[in-house]
């Protein structure tokens, strides 16, 4: 009996351990996926606010339409997400952030060539505020 009981135990402790290795696994593909999207989304936007001067207090969303109509499939990916910009001194920081706001996911300056926060991967999780300056990280760029 106790062979029985050590038995069902281990096998639901692997099962567990499988689960939750397979669903983190799932998680980093999937956010990878949404960064290299992300870099192409932050350099359109970075290009807009950069040589096309969008209008002062221009909504997320409507300037993310705008650098986008040239190629609105690039804004796919992000359906299921919140997309927020911040613009200054024409250079832009863009942050993923779960739908209900509550998470920031991901944050990319468009002037910069690389990815440059992973914020699904931080605990305690970032709220959906940017921690990223346009002026510091685009400075020379």
């Not at 567990?16 to 999207?37: P, Q, R, V, W, Y």
């Not at 992300?38 to 997320?60: C, H, M, R």
């Amino acid at each position: 009996m106790r062979n029985l009981i050590y038995w069902t135990v281990t096998l639901a402790i692997l099962s567990f351990n499988i689960g939750c290795t397979h669903s983190i696994a799932s998680d980093s593909e999937k956010m990878l996926k949404l960064a290299a999207a992300l870099t192409k989304l932050s350099s359109a936007v970075e290009s807009t606010v950069n040589s096309d001067n969008p209008p002062l207090g221009i909504s997320d969303s409507d300037l993310l339409t705008l650098a986008t109509k040239h190629d609105p499939r690039i804004l796919e990916p992000f359906a299921d997400y919140t997309v927020r910009v911040l613009s200054q001194d024409h250079h832009a920081i863009l942050l993923v952030c779960t739908k209900d706001r509550k998470r920031g996911l991901l944050e990319d300056a468009g002037c910069s060539s690389k990815f440059d926060m992973h914020l699904w991967k931080e605990q305690p999780a970032n709220e959906c505020e940017f921690t990223l300056s346009p002026t510091v990280i685009c400075n020379g760029n």
